[in-house]
């Protein structure tokens, strides 16, 4: 799977809400996730416990950039979250854990997140994802800049590293 997408910090998580609201969207609901990433030779390998969708694992592979930028990745769902945490970690090793609250909407075929990451503070996010019917990588970041000026998100707000590198940090 893949989709184009950003993250940035955010300087007001109510104010961005509310221009959130004004866009024609769906609210997909609140989020709260544990997402425990795993040593890895390549990419990010993380184990995400989420109470809208339960536990998956995720692999990624996404160039650190700021504007909007191509992340490639595999879901799959996980039945034991405990004991495939357990196992992981013995042959892996767990290097960071990221607990966040999301809010979740739906443009079209862009996730819009509104994170509260515990120990970093507020971001967004936004997610263009690709499948059959969306597939142009150019409609979809253009779509992703249209949101970036519709919520007033400045290039001087936009992070190129994930969650898991700030918090090391």
Do not use: W
């Not at 998580?13 to 024609?24: D, F, N, P």
């Not at 694992?57 to 996980?78: A, H, M, T, W």
């Amino acid at each position: 799977m893949e989709n184009i997408e950003i993250k940035a910090k955010l300087e007001s998580l109510e104010q961005t809400r509310e221009r959130v609201k004004k866009l024609e969207h769906e609210y997909v609901g609140l989020d709260h996730q544990i997402d425990t990433y795993f040593n890895t030779t390549n990419g990010r390998f993380k184990l995400r416990e989420s109470s809208l969708s339960g536990p998956y694992l995720i692999f990624y592979l996404r160039e650190d950039l700021n504007g909007p930028k191509c992340s490639v990745y595999q879901k799959l769902p996980v039945e034991d979250a405990t004991g495939l945490k357990e196992l992981l970690a013995k042959m892996q090793g767990i290097h960071t854990v990221i607990e966040k609250n999301r809010e979740i909407f739906l443009y079209q075929n862009v996730r819009i997140h509104l994170d509260s990451v515990k120990n970093l503070g507020a971001f967004l996010e936004f997610e263009a994802v690709m499948d059959e019917t969306y597939h142009d990588r150019e409609i979809e970041t253009k779509k992703v800049e249209y949101l970036m000026e519709m919520l007033s998100i400045k290039d001087e707000n936009l992070i190129s590293e994930s969650y898991e590198n700030l918090i090391r940090r």
